[in-house]
């Protein structure tokens, strides 16, 4: 019995038709550790932009994951290949044969060279590249004598016989071949050839082979014999062809009957060579085919963990859903997809163990880290549900912090102020536009009708005990808005965008609830202690207001003050214990950490070396340390600075008014980071996982500045206030853009 090439439109190529060099590559094994791995390399050259199924299929996220093909052997069982042919230089493997009695693989049709070409021509920057363009070779050339005519001129394919394809089967699985292409059809394969298949099938071989070109409801009888589960065993694929676009091509048979076999690929206008070098666009499923025996060669070797019906189920079921929806009569299982087939599988853990860890996300960096690991090189090895492993770069798993908008946060809503005092008790309530009315607020004297449409954000209560001794309660408010109401600071400008350091603790907060007491022992001596609670802030977006649901924190202060006419001084220690967070940044589960805790110390000045002006500055250390049993044997010590400068003028422009200038950076991690063991490396064969300790520097290469000018002046019954600023690398951001802006406010009445 006899099959023949389906037949296929071969249509001229209007590119060049010449081929003027190229270097194949070679063999070679495994590696001992993972494959999926970027190597730097750049594959979106030219000559894969006009390589056609690539392009389509995804193919460069197999080829960025480090696979190519190489050291799989690919069967080719067609009309032969063109020996010269330099795209398949050093790659033709020794164990190439021809059954139809000539001794030859040299192509005589072209059909076997324009397959072989899809599947597997060579990166050479020189025309296009195959599918899997690092693989073996092994041309079986089955074409019966004289029976091909020229691809460029007649469609009547070849024919062949069934007998040598057979013997091409049985010679595949002897020689290795991981997956043997068919690009041939007819009618059903006769017993000889279902054994050979069976017997290629259970020795683990892929056999692919071509749906057919009649416009069929159902692949050729050829292809559906082989794919019956008692001949194939599951290890059979039918390939249909789809165009570019994603639409089945007219001429193609579906996969009526047989849907769980059929996988397209494209096969229409598909960019290939014939025997003589020329260049052609050529239709029809034998060149689908190809298309999806270059994929099974790039999983072998980038998983070789993986037995060949997983390859099989893997392709099945990451294939891109088209027509109806699953498995259907035209596209059976889908179009090919080699991103959804590289990209891992169900949940990933470290290799070695049973922690798991994202390919994606793997946390969120704090404002005080900025960019940090934007630089770093940290990898682990991962394997996912099936096995295969994966290395991960971990600084690409996590994500920075959005730097806080300024205005968004510091202008938002229209914001009133209450304040009451008598007997040495002073209470203060800030209130903002809601549509919730506050109940009961249209009852407290001095507040106007409208406002029964607003809610209360924060309020304090400060209370003298005696003449030196003072306490203060709020909420909505943290220490730093208590020390300044209860008399421990000087006020200075209200400013926009720059904090002061004793204000950072590296992370966006928004505070609960404060406490602070104060004693003056002796005239010019103050001491504080301070506590306050409230929750580290997410962003969802740089733009974002609202904040997301976070976790806690709490902090305690002691402080100890001097004054004296014209210069003031303040030391203050504290301790914040943070819930589940580090500095502000959220780790995954995998790295055993359970919060942290912070200790800072801060020295502030204040002088008045001229009449109306006064200078005062700030600075911060901090010192952070995780909480937690660190899974990965992880550590994390941070050291942290922050400063600012103020000068400041009274009657500026008149009496009443007050020009501020302050530059300040942010608290800002500069030291430290985090201590790892993490797998490094793997072996395929025995599983054995190389364990090493690695730092992720968390010290940012961006240092937010800051600089804010800010000029109130009474104006009829309220004030007029004015401020501009500025902010370099605003979140500690390197690369982000610098900030600019300014606000003209007035206020009257509460």
Known sequence: MTVSTPKSRFLPSLLATAVLGACGGGGGGT???????????????????????PTVHNAISAYNAGASGTGIIVGVIDSGIARSNPEFSGRISSASAAFNGTNNIQDEGGHGTAVTTILAAARNNRETLGMAWGGTILTLRTDTPGSCNSVASANSGCSHSTIAIAQALDHARVNGARVANISLGGGAAPQHLLDAVSRATLAGVIVVVAAGNGSLAAPDPFATSMADPLVGHGLVIIAGSNNADGSHSSFSNGAAGYEGFVLTALGDHVNSQDQTGARFLF???????????GAIALMAQAFPNLTSAQIVQRLFSTATDAGATGADSIFGQGI?????????????????????ISVSDNGTLSPAMGDA???????????????????IGLQSTFSMAAPRTVLGTQLSGFRRTLALQRDGMTASLQFAASPFGLRGVRDIEGLRADAAATRALSGSLVMRIDSSKTA????????????????????????????????????????????????????????????????????????????????????????????????????????????HTLLGARFAPMFGFDGARSLFADAEFAVAPLTHWSLSGAVRHGWTHANGNPVLGAQARLASTAWSVDVARVSFLTPSDRLSIRISQPLRVTS???????????????????????????????????????????????????????????????????????ALRFTLGY
């Open 31 to 53: 590696n001992s550790t993972p494959a999926p791995v970027s190597s730097g390399t750049n594959f979106k050259t030219a000559e894969y932009d006009l390589s056609d199924g």
């Open 283 to 293: 239709s029809g499923t034998s060149f689908s085919a190809p298309q999806i025996s």
């Open 336 to 356: 090919l997809n080699l991103a959804a087939a590289f990209a891992p599988a169900g949940s990933t853990s470290l290799a070695g163990s049973t922690v798991p």
């Open 373 to 391: 690991m934007t630089g770093a090189a940290t990898q682990a090895v991962a394997l996912d549900s099936l096995g295969r492993a994966y290395r």
């Open 472 to 579: 203060a309660f709020a909420f909505g408010q943290g220490l730093g808005a208590l020390d300044g109401r209860s008399g421990v600071q000087e006020g200075g400008g209200a400013y926009l965008a720059a904090q002061r350091p004793s204000d950072s603790m590296g992370f966006e907060n928004s505070p609960k609830m404060a406490f602070v007491s104060r004693y003056a022992p002796v005239s010019g001596v103050n001491l504080s202690a301070g506590m306050e609670t409230g929750r580290v802030d997410r962003f969802d977006a740089p733009e974002a207001v609202n904040h997301a649901p976070a976790d806690g924190y709490s902090r305690f202060e002691v402080g100890a003050g001097w004054r004296h006419p014209g210069i003031a001084l303040q030391l203050r220690a504290s301790a914040v214990r943070e819930q």
């Open 672 to 742: 430290g980071g985090l201590r790892l063991s993490l797998p490094g490396t793997y072996d395929w064969t025995t599983g054995a996982v190389g364990w090493s300790e690695q730092h992720i520097a968390l010290s940012p290469g961006g240092r937010q500045m800051a600089g804010d000018v800010s000029y109130a002046a009474p104006l009829g019954n309220g004030w007029m206030m004015l401020n501009t600023y500025v902010r370099h690398d605003p979140g500690n951001i390197a690369f982000a853009r610098d900030d600019v802006g300014g």
